[in-house]
């Protein structure tokens, strides 16, 4: 009887299996969705497409099924856009159809729907170009953005001068200095490298990063609609993050005790200042919940991503000293030690700017940006993308296109250089994505990798406490970010 019963299962798995590839064979071609792998019903790729560096496995299914194929993630489809031609041509050619956010489990369920990063149609526009408006804003008025991180600078290198040369983990002291530039335009303060609430935040956020790109992060953006009801460590991380929504929303109610609605001091008195003009409008997108989101998704998006950058960055350094020297030589020249490193600097600094880029084209921290989706069934190229569907236009495949880039894998300042020493601008530079939904805070972003960057070589020599030869420079996670194993240096006065 058992046998009998064990015999039906396997028999019903059989057919189940073969019913979705027969419908799934059906499904794929020209004039239909992309090609990919067959499915299993409810695991989907999983055999073909593990949760661990998603990234290196579509590289290898783009030679087989080409630059637009399919894979399962879960039950549901995903559309992949692989190599600059199809990402170009999505996102920016027909940026109007590709602009829309796709689901991100984790990031859906943190967000509802509110804020910039996660949100979608007329809402999202109109927080967008607000924000981006405000921080331009910002960028004229009394203190420029420059000035901010050219402060904070000053102290993140007396932090790191406490260190005496002796090794340290620069994790935290560079999370702060880059998160306080973000609180400064939208708190309207900084806060100590020492200061326990602070650290605890950054705490939060790297938590947060590093789960997202945990296998159990990638398992849970497969298996949401099951693991959402289920314990288990991917919950965590919604602790985490409302830790930080309350840090925000304890914000947010003090500015409203104290907003001047004539001199607004920072992101969140302007966005008061929004909600009231806007009190009138019944469907406003200007309210308390997207106030807390938004600002929330600024404090997120702006500390993790350009504070993980800079320490890679700073132990690829530590690998290559050679290039590390290079770059000092290049600061000494141009900038001196009498005087702080400014934005104006750059473009008498090809070398160094040939390195920052480089550094962001070689760890291509979001390697598939992150989701999009097509509002409505989309043509593209001889196939057809089903309104909904799941898109990742995948930035490593076009940062590391040995096209454009010979030895993509290695990394050589060489790539953004031309032979006679001038900077080299490359289409294929796209670790903030591309078109509508290109990252909002690129300016912010590159100018504090590169201000941070030329003041702690201007004043300190970085050496590893290993030898350089045995420095590991893979990620140890690579999810949604590719996040660098965990390292200690020494910070030499020059
Ligand atoms: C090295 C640093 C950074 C990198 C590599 C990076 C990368 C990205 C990428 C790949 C996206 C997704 C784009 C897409 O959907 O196609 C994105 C979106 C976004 N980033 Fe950044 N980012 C960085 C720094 C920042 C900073 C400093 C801020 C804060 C001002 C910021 C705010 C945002 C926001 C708000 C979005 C969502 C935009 C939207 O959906 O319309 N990012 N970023
Ligand atoms: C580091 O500290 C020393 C001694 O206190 C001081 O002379 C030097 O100027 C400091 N350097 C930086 C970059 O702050
Ligand atoms: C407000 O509602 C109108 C009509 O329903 C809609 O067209 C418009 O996009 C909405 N505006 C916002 C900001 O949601
Ligand atoms: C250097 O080379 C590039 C391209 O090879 C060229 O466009 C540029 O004009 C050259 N610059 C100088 C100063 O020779």
Not at 69 to 92: C, I, N, Q
Not at 209 to 232: A, C, R, T
Not at 259 to 282: A, G, R, V, W, Y
Request: charged share 20%; hydrophobic share 40%.
């Amino acid at each position: 009887m058992e046998l009998l019963g064990a015999a039906t299962v396997v028999l019903l798995v059989c057919i189940a299996c073969l019913l979705s590839f027969v419908a799934w064979t059906g499904r794929s071609g020209k004039g239909k969705m992309p090609p990919g792998p067959a499915p299993l019903p409810i695991l989907g790729n999983m055999l073909q497409v593990k949760p661990k560096n998603l990234a290196k496995i579509l590289q290898k299914l783009s030679e087989e099924y080409g630059p637009v194929f399919t894979v399962h993630l879960g039950s549901d489809p995903v559309v992949v856009l692989h190599g600059h031609d199809v990402v170009k041509e999505a996102l920016v050619d027909r940026a109007d159809e590709f602009a829309t956010r796709g689901r991100m489990p984790m990031g859906d369920r943190a967000n509802n729907g509110l804020g910039i990063v996660f949100s979608n149609s007329e809402e999202w526009l109109q927080l967008r170009r607000f924000t981006l408006s405000t921080l331009r804003n910002f960028g004229m008025g009394k203190r420029s953005i420059e000035e901010r991180i050219q402060e904070e600078t000053q102290y993140l290198l007396e932090e790191i001068n406490k260190t005496k040369g002796t090794p340290f983990d620069p994790t935290f002291t560079l999370s702060c200095a880059i998160s306080n530039v973000i609180c400064s335009i939208v708190f309207g303060k900084r806060y100590g490298y020492r200061d326990r609430k602070f650290l605890a935040l950054m705490n939060n956020m790297n938590s947060i990063f590093e789960m997202m790109n945990s296998y159990w992060g990638q398992v849970h953006s497969m298996f949401s609609k099951i693991l959402d009801y289920l314990p288990g460590p991917h919950n965590k991380l919604f602790t985490e993050i409302d830790a930080l929504k309350a840090f925000v929303s304890e914000e947010v109610k003090m500015h409203q005790a104290s907003l001047d609605p004539s001199s607004p001091q920072d992101f969140i008195d302007c966005f008061l200042n929004k909600m009231q003009e806007e009190k009138e409008h019944p469907n406003s997108s200007f309210h308390m919940k997207n106030l807390i989101t938004s600002t929330f998704d600024l404090f997120i998006a702006g500390t993790v991503t350009t504070s993980t950058t800079i320490r890679y960055g700073l132990l690829l350094l530590l690998k290559y000293p050679k290039i590390q020297e290079k770059v000092q030589e290049e600061i000494d020249r141009v900038v001196g030690q009498s005087r702080r490193p400014c934005v104006a600097d750059r473009t008498q600094m090809p070398y160094t700017d040939a390195v920052v880029h480089e550094i962001q084209r070689f760890i291509s921290l979001i390697p598939l940006a992150l989701p999009h989706t097509v509002t409505k069934d989309t043509h593209f190229r001889e196939y057809v993308i089903p309104k909904g569907t799941t898109i990742f236009p995948v930035l490593s495949s076009v940062l590391h296109d040995s096209k454009e880039f010979p030895n993509p894998n290695e990394f050589n300042p060489g790539h953004f250089l031309n032979e006679n020493g001038t900077f080299r601008k490359s289409e294929f530079f796209m670790p903030f994505s591309a078109g509508k939904r290109i990252c909002l805070g690129e300016g912010l972003a590159r100018m504090e990798i590169f201000l941070l960057m030329a003041a702690i070589l201007q004043k300190f020599t970085l050496k590893p406490v290993v030898d350089p030869q045995e420095l590991n420079i893979t990620p140890t996670l690579s999810g949604t970010g590719n996040v660098p194993p965990a390292y200690q240096l020494c910070a030499l006065p020059r």
